[in-house]
Every structure is written in structure tokens, then in C-alpha cells.
């Protein structure tokens, strides 16, 4: 069945310290990647995605995200944390106009 | 600014009843897509729309329903509202269908049920 697993559901990291988030997905073919920020009492804000060509992507607010089709991996990071980016990360994939499927998401809290 | 409009942005309502949550898609944009957000379920998959007509369904349950007028704006209609349908509801829009733009997401209705 197609799906996007998130293994941390909650992360810490110190304010200027680098972040690394994970998400697997489950799919036949190559999908269309992506990842949303929520913060609290927002909508979901697309960070960055992937659809073909190279592997690693740059998104908005200094973050990229590497797809690696060996691992079905598609994780986010980010070199430097501010307490800004305390929020809900979710990723998620979908072939071409249909529906999203979204992982749990993970909560990343910054400490100072 | 996503450009994409949802009102209202709370709703308190009580168990048996019918609301009406609305979208206002981006400027441009002939698909939307509704999804719903709860603790237990995470974000899932309503119904998609493509200008005016619907294209494929999700977890919906019968007691809801949608639809994309002329406009483009879109209505989900929910009803025999139970305890279990407080969750908070997004609508999202993109260019088209089968393309490969992403779809932008509105703040959300957060619909509770009494």
C-alpha cells in the first residue's frame, strides 16, 4: 500500500544546531515529494519538492531535502535551527494531480 | 499568504447538526482538494474537484458531500454531525489536473462538535 512513514514523532534540537528529518515512503514508482510546515494555528506551507532530476532540492527558509531512490528516503534538513522553526513537519507524496498522502507528521521544538 | 481562502475559521456546533465549511481556491487555480485533520487519523484525503466536477474520492463519509461551482469556490457539506467529525478541515488548490504543481492549503476551518 502506498505510504509515508515519519519515524520521529517529536525532535529537540538547540537553536544554531543543524536538523535532519526523516521520511520513507512506499510507493511503485518514482512520486512526487514534498514537505509542509504547520505551525501552530496555520495552514500547511509548502517548504520544497521533488519531481524529477537532481536529488537534492532547495527549498524556502534555508531548508533542502536529498531523495535517494535506493532508500525511498526523502529527508529534510537544515544547517542552522532558529527558534522559528519550531513547528509540525509533514511529508508527503502523490503521482501527478491526484490526492496528497502525508505522513504523521513530526514536531520539532527548539531549544535555546 | 497562500491565497487560498476558508471560512469560517471556527466553527462550535452540536451532534445531529449541518454545516456548510467554504474554499475560495488561488486565482488561476481549477483543482481543489479537501482534506481532514485529527489527532487520531493525521491529515487525510476527502474529495478532489477539477473544475466543476469531481474527480476522485477519498475517506468521505456518506453524510458528507462537496461541491466546485462556476466560480471555482467549493463547498464541503457536513451533516448528522457526531463527535467524532471535530478535527480541523483544509481545503488546498492547484493549476490543474494531472500537473505536476502543488497544491497550496488554506489555514483551515477547526470544526467542533458539542
Known amino acids: 500500500a502506498q505510504s509515508v512513514t515519519q519515524p520521529d514523532i517529536h525532535i529537540t534540537v538547540s537553536e544554531g544546531a543543524s536538523l535532519e528529518l526523516r521520511c520513507n515512503y512506499s510507493y511503485g514508482a518514482t512520486p512526487y515529494l514534498f514537505w509542509y510546515v504547520q505551525s501552530p494555528g496555520q495552514g500547511l506551507q509548502l517548504l520544497l519538492k521533488?519531481?524529477?532530476?537532481?536529488?537534492l532540492v532547495q527549498g524556502i527558509k534555508g531548508f533542502e531535502a536529498e531523495f535517494k531512490r535506493s532508500q525511498s528516503s526523502f529527508n529534510l534538513r537544515k544547517p542552522s535551527v532558529h527558534w522559528s522553526d519550531a513547528a509540525e513537519y509533514f511529508c508527503?507524496?502523490?503521482?501527478?494531480?491526484?490526492?496528497?498522502?502525508f505522513g504523521k507528521g513530526t514536531t520539532l521544538s527548539v531549544s535555546s | 499568504d497562500s491565497g487560498v481562502t476558508q471560512t469560517p475559521k471556527h466553527l462550535i456546533t452540536a451532534t445531529g447538526q449541518r454545516v456548510t465549511l467554504r474554499c475560495s481556491p488561488r486565482?488561476?487555480?481549477?483543482?481543489v482538494y479537501w482534506y481532514q485533520q485529527s489527532l487520531d487519523q493525521g491529515l487525510q484525503f476527502l474529495i478532489h474537484y477539477y473544475n466543476g466536477e469531481e474527480r476522485a474520492k477519498g475517506n468521505i463519509l456518506e453524510r458528507f458531500s462537496a461541491q466546485q461551482f462556476p466560480d471555482l469556490h467549493s463547498e464541503l457539506n457536513l451533516s448528522s454531525l457526531e463527535l467524532g467529525d471535530s478535527a480541523l478541515y483544509f481545503c488546498?488548490?492547484?493549476?490543474?489536473?494531472?500537473?505536476?504543481?502543488?497544491?497550496?492549503f488554506g489555514d483551515g476551518t477547526r470544526l467542533s462538535i458539542l
Open positions: 521533488y519531481f524529477s532530476g537532481d536529488t
Open positions: 488546498a488548490s492547484s493549476r490543474g489536473q494531472g500537473s505536476i504543481q502543488p497544491q497550496h
Open positions: 508527503a507524496f502523490n503521482q501527478a494531480g491526484t490526492a496528497l498522502i
Open positions: 486565482s488561476g487555480d481549477l483543482s
